[in-house]
């Protein structure tokens, strides 16, 4: 009984070990992606802004048609068709990325892709040797949920990188969220590894939570994601009036993709997970139903989960909604996404439920 209790106390202190560690990688990449965005060179993010300026100025074109004379037989040529957008809507090119499209900028990309993996593969050992600790879910409390949820963020995002799509651009509000995020574990909710008290010992941790740490990591990509399209399509829209952005701005916006495509991603992320959300919600309720007695009782988790839900449902809905795409239902999702850090942090720190009582 003391070996293994003794072992357990090893575990936790390397599991912390582990995490500060992670800590320590992610800062190195933040700086290394801070070089990417400063290093990567202006003058093809210049190359781009003209682009872009050229595009948004020219006049769609139709159809047309040329007629050549051979002889006395007038010979029509093909047709050159050039599609147009939908209304409201642009065709411009992706930005270069952070690196700018360079050698330079790309190699410190790709260090800062290196160290957040590193980072990455840290903070999971460390999560795993938190469930060794206490030989259980590790996403007890208030503490454990933060560093399993950043490191399930950070894990998704590789994931879509390793899929080869064009998110490296995620990269520095990635990390530098998971550093505030663990800051805050390490600081303000660091908890003792203990046991579950009996309501929360059920095989239902597992299957709800683990869900509900799957879900808010990628409502958050689809949120950084939104937020970066409201910033781009302000900018293309100056563009396309005449405007001329500041120095700031070109070098930043336009090494980003392009609005329609930032818009595009963050609807199919929150698409994708809207129904994980839903079980997550229903799961819960089961999960009620056994440990309370009742599956619905208007606790404050509950009520918030379902604001969230509600939340992002009114999103898909404006998207199918003619007048409400692009920037109304992109301040909808961020509203959403708002009621669900609200019920990630808000309801299990300020408002008395009894999701609380596993302790911060």
């Known amino acids: 009984m003391l070996a293994a209790t003794a072992t357990n106390e090893s575990l936790a202190r390397m599991s912390d070990l582990l995490i500060y560690s992670s800590m320590a990688v992610y800062t190195l990449a933040f700086f290394a992606h801070i070089a990417e965005w400063v290093f990567g060179s202006r003058s093809k993010v210049g190359r781009t802004a003209a682009a872009l300026t050229q ?25 050159k068709v050039v599609t147009r957008s939908a209304a409201g809507t642009r065709d411009v090119p992706d930005g270069p990325g952070a690196a700018g499209g360079t050698v330079q900028g790309d190699l410190y990309g790709r260090i800062a892709v290196s160290l957040t993996v590193l980072a990455f593969l840290i903070e999971a050992a460390g999560v795993v040797s938190r469930a060794l600790s206490v030989q259980r879910a590790p996403w007890g409390n208030m503490y454990e949920f933060s560093t399993t949820f950043s490191t399930v963020a950070v894990g998704a995002y590789l994931g879509f990188l390793l899929a080869k799509k064009n998110v490296r651009w995620i990269g520095l509000p990635l990390v530098t969220t998971v550093l505030l995020d663990l800051g805050m574990a390490v600081t303000w909710l660091k908890t003792p590894s203990d046991q579950l008290v009996p309501a929360l010992d059920s095989y239902w941790l597992w299957i709800h939570v683990s869900t509900a740490i799957f879900c808010g990591a990628v409502f958050y990509l689809g949120a950084v994601a939104t937020l970066l399209y409201l910033f781009r399509d302000s900018y293309e829209n100056k563009l396309a009036t005449g405007g001329n952005p500041g120095s700031f701005a070109r070098s930043v916006l336009e090494r980003l993709p392009a609005a329609a495509s930032l818009d595009k991603f963050a609807y199919r992320v929150n698409a994708a997970v809207f129904p994980l959300w839903t079980f997550t919600i229903i799961a819960g309720a089961i999960w009620a139903g056994d440990a309370w007695g009742r599956y619905w009782g208007w606790d404050a988790k509950e009520v918030w989960s379902f604001i969230t839900w509600v939340g992002y449902a009114a999103y898909l809905h404006a998207r199918a909604t003619a007048g409400w795409k692009g920037r109304k239902a992109a301040y909808i999702a961020l509203i959403a996404f708002g009621c669900f850090l609200f019920n990630y942090y808000g309801v299990n720190i300020f408002v008395s439920s009894k999701h609380s009582y596993a302790g911060v």
Do not use: F, I, R, Y
Not at 63 to 77: E, I, M, R, S, Y
């Open 55 to 79: 595009q948004a100025e020219a006049a769609p074109a139709a159809v047309t048609v040329q007629v050549k004379q051979a002889g006395g037989t007038a010979v029509l040529d093909k047709p």
